[in-house]
C-alpha cells in the first residue's frame, strides 16, 4: 500500500539558510499535518491542510511558511535558519481526519 | 487546551512479562484517540484509533481500550521485537476540518531477552 513520502530524508543546511521540505500525500487524503519532533521530544504540531486550504496552526515560527499544491503535495519552506531548527520533520495525511500516517521523516541539520 | 500525559516514561520487562501503558486525557470533546509505535529516527506507525469510552481494539499482541479519561495499551508476552517509543494523541472534535493530533510524551518500552 502506499504511504506517505518525504522528501529529502536528510538535510544540512548553514544558519541563516532557506530549507524546502516536501510531503506526498497517501492517495486520496484530504488532510496533511507537519510536525517538528526535537531530540527524545513528542512531535509538535506545526500546521495543518483540509483539501489543500490551511485548517489549522500550532507553535510554527513566522520563519516558516507551507502550503498545499493542486496534486495535493504540500511544501514546508523554512527562512533565516537557526541551530534550533534542526530536528526531525514529519508529514502525515489523513482520510477525513481517520488514521492519520506518517512519512519517515525529513532529518534537518544546522550547522 | 488539549493535554496528553502518559506513563510509566519508561518502562524495562522481560520477554514475556505483560503490563500495561497509560494515557490520560483531557480534551474539548473528543473526536479520536490514537496510539503509534515510533523506533528511534523513524516516524510514528499507526496502531490505533479509538473513539468511543468502551471501545477496544486489538492487533497481535497489544490491546488498546478507551475510557472517557484514558487510554490503555496492554501489552500480551511482549517479545524483544516490541521494543519502541510508544506515543498517544488526542484529536478534538469540531470545526469543518479534521484537527490536529496532540501527543503525550511517549512510553519507552524496552524488552529484554
Known amino acids: 500500500a502506499a504511504g506517505v513520502i518525504q522528501s529529502p530524508r536528510h538535510l544540512i543546511k548553514e544558519k541563516r539558510e532557506t530549507a524546502t521540505l516536501k510531503c506526498y500525500p497517501i492517495?486520496?487524503?484530504?488532510?496533511v499535518y507537519w510536525y517538528q519532533q526535537g531530540p527524545g521530544q513528542d512531535p509538535q504540531f506545526l500546521i495543518s491542510f483540509y483539501e489543500k486550504m490551511q485548517s489549522d496552526k500550532g507553535s510554527i515560527p513566522d520563519r516558516f511558511s507551507a502550503q498545499q499544491f493542486s496534486d495535493y503535495h504540500s511544501e514546508l519552506n523554512m527562512s533565516s535558519l537557526e541551530l534550533g531548527d534542526s530536528a526531525l520533520y514529519f508529514c502525515?495525511?489523513?482520510?477525513?481526519?481517520?488514521?492519520?500516517?506518517f512519512g519517515q521523516g525529513t532529518r534537518l541539520t544546522v550547522v | 487546551e488539549d493535554q496528553v500525559t502518559q506513563s510509566p516514561e519508561a518502562l524495562r520487562l522481560q520477554e514475556g512479562e505483560s503490563s500495561s501503558l497509560n494515557c490520560s486525557y483531557t480534551v474539548s470533546g473528543l473526536r479520536g484517540l490514537f496510539w503509534y509505535r515510533q523506533d528511534p529516527g523513524k516516524g510514528p506507525e499507526f496502531l490505533f484509533t479509538?473513539?468511543?469510552a468502551g471501545e477496544e481494539k486489538e492487533k497481535e499482541r497489544l490491546k488498546a481500550t478507551l475510557t472517557k479519561k484514558e487510554s490503555f495499551l496492554h501489552i500480551t508476552a511482549p517479545k524483544p521485537e516490541d521494543s519502541a517509543t510508544y506515543l498517544c494523541?488526542?484529536?478534538?472534535?469540531?470545526?469543518?476540518?479534521?484537527?490536529?493530533?496532540?501527543f503525550g510524551q511517549g512510553t519507552i518500552l524496552t524488552v529484554h531477552p
Open positions: 479509538l473513539y468511543s
Open positions: 494523541a488526542v484529536q478534538a472534535r469540531g470545526g469543518t476540518s479534521y484537527g490536529k493530533l496532540t
Open positions: 502525515a495525511s489523513s482520510l477525513r481526519g481517520f488514521e492519520a500516517f
Open positions: 492517495p486520496r487524503h484530504d488532510t
